[in-house]
Every structure is written in C-alpha cells, then in structure tokens.
C-alpha cells in the first residue's frame, strides 16, 4: 500500500506544463499543492464524471495528455466509463485510480466490496488493453514515466493507505474563478505556469460542497 | 384536460441531421433512444461527422459535452428523457452550475403525436418541460417539420451565452 502523496509526487514528476489533470476530492487537494497549475482540470459537478470530463478533453484536444486521478469511490459511480473511454480509445487519456477503500470525502465510510473489487479486471475487461495495478511505490517510481509514454488509454490502479477524514475547503475546487482560469489557459495553448492564482491556498468564490453532488 | 392528437405534419431526420451540422457540432454523444433511433442515430452512426460517441449512461455524456466545450468543439448529447431524468443531477452541476453550453437532443418516448407535451397522458411526458423550468433551463419542441429551424439558432445561443438547452423531438422522424 502507498502513501498517496507520495504517489502523486511521482506521476507529477513526469507531468509537463502541457498536460491537463483532472484529479478528485481528497486526491484533488494533495494535487494541486504538488502541482498548482492552471491546467488542472478541478470542477467536476458530480461525483464519478471526472473520467467522463477527461473523455471529453481528450477527444477534443487529441494533442494534449489528459491525466484522471480518480478514486475508487468516484469510479464505482460511473463504471460504464470504462467502457465508453475503451471504445472511443482516445490515445491521449491516462486514468489512474486511487484506490483506497473508502469514502474519504464523506464520512471515510467504506466502499462496497471493499477488498474484494478489483478495479484492474473491470478496466480489462471493459475492453482496456494497457492495464496495470501498483501497491509498492518504489516499483511505481520506477514506472510512472513509461506509462505516462504509452499510448492510451492507459488504466492504472494505484492502492494507497487511506488519509482519513479531513475538513477541505472545496471552493479551491469549485469556485468559477477555477473553471475560468482552466478555460484561459487551455484557450491559451495550455502555456499557464505554474504561478496561476486560480489554486491560491486563499479561498476565494463560492460553491463551498461537500461531494459536489 | 383535452388530449386529442392533432395532425402533425412528418418529421424529416435528414433535416434535423442538417441542423446539427450547421449548428457546428462536431460530436454526437449518444445513448440509444427509441424516438430518435431510425431518424437520427442510426444515419449518424453510417457517418463520420459528426464523431458518434457511444456511451453507456446519460449523465457521462453531460461530462463529455463539458469537456468538449473548454477545447472549443461542440458536443450533443442525443437522448430519450428517461436519460435526462436519470441525469438530472449532472445537468444540475455541471451545465446550469457551471453554466456550461451542454446541449441535449432529447426523444420523448410514448409521446402522442400532435399532443402537447405537457397535455401527454403519460407521466413521464407531461413531467419533462416543468422539471427543465424548474431548474431554468431554456428549451425548444420540436414537433413538426417547421420546427427544425428552431434547432441551429438553439445550439448557437446556448453557445454564445454558455448555458444549457434542450431540444425535445416530439415525434419519431423519418
């Protein structure tokens, strides 16, 4: 089992200033103090469509990686994505899912078939050719930056340790000020570095969600 | 109540195809629905543009259609309103939230032709127009022959003012 942070540090090495992330909840807040960019893709409605947002920008942006953080929980909420994501087979999008168990959002209650669910198989058998599944971080380390080559879509389970319950401040996620500071960047070729103040620590605009859903 | 079918004229899916093309959409993003199947998705489907894009559930396409819209291509999630209630809390975040330029193409399954929707003996019509001003969303019928020029100035507002429409197809077109 992984440290998430540290999971993330390691994708996040291999991610450029190109590249559009659409991490979730409680992912979503180690991400963007790891990697604050303007092309983090954060506003995602409801629970379980980041990886459906993700199809979209990677259909309509086939020059850019597109990179999903997902959970497990979020996943579970929409598992037809793997399907639809397998046959639009958008060569550009990365979906990782963090698997830990729980709700961490909500309550850190578990999920359903918790332990028992194997988040691999069901991208396989969706239809996804490039699968795989870590639980030991040295061996991510060691990879993170050949999946990230490959030609997608690439599914990636990664099983990381539960960081509990917390109290986050989800207008850095939700505000309009985000949506439109992603939308500037993208508009711009995605040349937005990495002193956006769109993902300031400072919360700012309105939308305060628990789930966003 | 009177609910007399009126004689309403046929509907010509080349037509609404058409419209959807002027109306500069380059992805259709589609589950199946049964008003729009023959008229519309299964001519989509012998194409290439737009891109058909099969999904499994109604409200991935709600997401889709987001993402579509920040890279500057325009998406159109094709449905039946059964879909459209199942999604209404996609609908609710993402595109009248985040007032984001998600149209949808909606086929009213069991819908008498010539009926209003809102005169419909079932349920499940008569609910759908209240529930899209309930949550102020702008929307067209389009149930007659006429009413196909409604669809492209429909697609261009929703993306000139970023907001979300919906387009209901009231009768299967040819």
Excluded at chain 1, 154 to 178: N, T
Excluded at chain 2, 86 to 113: F, H, T, W
């Amino acid at each position: 089992m992984m440290d998430r942070k540290k999971t993330l540090a390691a994708i996040a090495r291999h991610v450029t200033d190109a590249d559009i992330v659409l991490p979730v909840y409680s992912t979503a807040f180690d991400w963007i103090d790891i990697r604050p960019h303007a092309l983090n893709y954060l506003s995602h409605g409801a629970m379980g469509l980041a990886s459906s947002h993700a199809l979209g920008l990677a259909l309509g942006r086939p020059d850019k990686r597109v990179i999903v953080l997902d959970g497990d929980g979020s996943l579970l909420m929409n598992l037809g994505t793997l399907v639809s994501t397998a046959e639009a087979a958008p060569k550009n999008l990365f979906h990782f899912v963090c698997e830990n168990g729980t709700y961490e959002a909500n309550g850190g209650h578990p999920i359903p078939g918790r332990g028992h669910v194997s988040f691999a198989g069901m991208a396989r058998s969706a239809g996804h050719k490039s699968v795989c599944e870590f639980s030991d971080l040295k061996i991510f380390e060691q990879q993170a930056g050949a999946i990230l080559a490959e030609q997608g879509p690439v599914f990636v389970c990664l099983k990381i340790v539960s960081s509990g319950d917390q109290e986050r401040d989800y207008s850095r996620l939700h505000g309009a000020h985000v949506r439109k500071a992603f939308r500037d960047a993208l508009g711009a070729g995605g040349l937005h570095s990495q002193n956006s103040t769109s993902q300031s620590r400072s919360a700012r605009g309105a939308d305060q969600n628990g789930r966003g859903s | 109540m009177s609910v007399s079918a009126g004689a309403a004229a046929g509907l010509s899916g080349e037509s609404i195809i058409r419209e959807i093309k002027a109306g500069g959409i380059q992805f259709v993003v589609s589950v199946p629905d049964i008003t729009t199947s023959e008229g519309l998705l299964r001519p989509l489907a012998k194409g290439t543009d737009p891109r058909l894009i099969r999904i499994c559930k109604e409200d991935e396409g709600v997401a889709i259609c987001a993402g579509l819209s920040y890279t500057g291509k325009r998406g159109l999630l094709l449905i039946q309103q059964t879909g459209l209630l199942d999604s209404i809390n996609a609908v609710r975040g993402v595109a009248v939230e985040y007032q984001l330029p998600i149209c949808m193409m909606v086929g009213l399954l069991e819908k008498e032709v010539g009926v209003p929707p809102r005169q419909s003996k079932k349920y499940g019509v008569r609910i759908v127009e209240p529930i899209l001003e309930a949550m102020g969303i702008a929307y067209h019928e389009i149930e007659e022959q006429a009413d196909v020029a409604k669809i492209r100035p429909a697609i261009d507002k929703a993306f000139a003012d970023s907001k979300p429409v919906v387009i209901l197809i009231g009768q299967r077109p040819s």
